[in-house]
T-cell receptor, first 116, second 109 residues
Framework: EAQVTQNPRYLITVTGKKLTVTCSQNMNHEYMSWYRQDPGLGLRQIYYSMNVEVTDKGDVPEGYKVSRKEKRNFPLILESPSPNQTSLYFC???????????????FGSGTRLTVV | SQQGEEDPQALSIQEGENATMNCSYKTSINNLQWYRQNSGRGLVHLILIRSNEREKHSGRLRVTLDTSKKSSSLLITASRAADTASYFCATAGGFKTIFGAGTRLFVKA
């Protein structure tokens, strides 16, 4: 089944403790992206990647890191989480076959992160 | 920066009625997409309309795009209780896709 898999689904952590949220897709998509969703603010893009070893900042990159060493994986790293990073996080992927995002995104199920 | 803005923020209708949601955006786009999200779950892609298209249909969904007004609408015909969800428009320009804050649709059985 074509899908984007995120782990974990739920995570509660303490301020300053480094964490990684994993994202993997099995559709051979070139384009991957991380979003955070907060009430009343919709989805805001954190980072995106056009292909292996190519990443760029979205609208809210502060406090986050990403890497794209393999085409299928795009982990999101919070080096020193803070309470304002409490949010619902989504990973998404898309094919670039006919230009960026020609087919729309496939989303993962989300990771609900709470930083206390 | 938020590009797509949906209107209304919330909509409550009876089963069988049509639901219309609107989206406005600010800059030029390659395409505009609509997504559905059920209660905190991942977004599901519904339909994509390219900047050179004016109207598109998919089942009970009809999307229009007016690039001169920088606006789009999503019509769901003969709504069902299962259509209860949040609906988001997303505009793609360059290598970024920007989502609006969404319209919450509630369909009463």
């Amino acid at each position: 089944e074509a899908q984007v898999t995120q782990n974990p689904r739920y995570l509660i952590t303490v301020t300053g403790k480094k964490l990684t949220v994993t994202c993997s897709q099995n559709m051979n998509h070139e384009y991957m992206s991380w979003y955070r969703q907060d009430p009343g603010l919709g989805l805001r893009q954190i980072y995106y990647s056009m292909n292996v070893e190519v990443t760029d900042k979205g609208d809210v990159p502060e406090g986050y890191k990403v890497s794209r060493k393999e085409k299928r994986n795009f982990p999101l790293i919070l080096e020193s989480p803070s309470p304002n990073q409490t949010s619902l996080y989504f990973c998404a992927s898309s094919s670039r076959d006919r230009g960026p995002l020609s087919y729309g995104y496939t989303f993962g199920s989300g990771t609900r992160l709470t930083v206390v | 920066s938020q590009q797509g803005e949906e209107d209304p923020q919330a909509l409550s209708i009876q089963e069988g009625e049509n639901a219309t949601m609107n989206c406005s955006y600010k800059t030029s786009i390659n395409n505009l997409q609509w997504y559905r999200q059920n209660s905190g779950r991942g977004l599901v892609h519904l339909i994509l309309i390219r900047s050179n298209e004016r109207e598109k249909h998919s089942g009970r969904l009809r999307v229009t795009l007016d690039t001169s007004k920088k606006s789009s609408s999503l019509l769901i015909t003969a709504s069902r209780a299962a259509d209860t969800a949040s609906y988001f428009c997303a505009t793609a320009g360059g290598f970024k896709t920007i989502f609006g804050a969404g319209t919450r649709l509630f369909v009463k059985a």
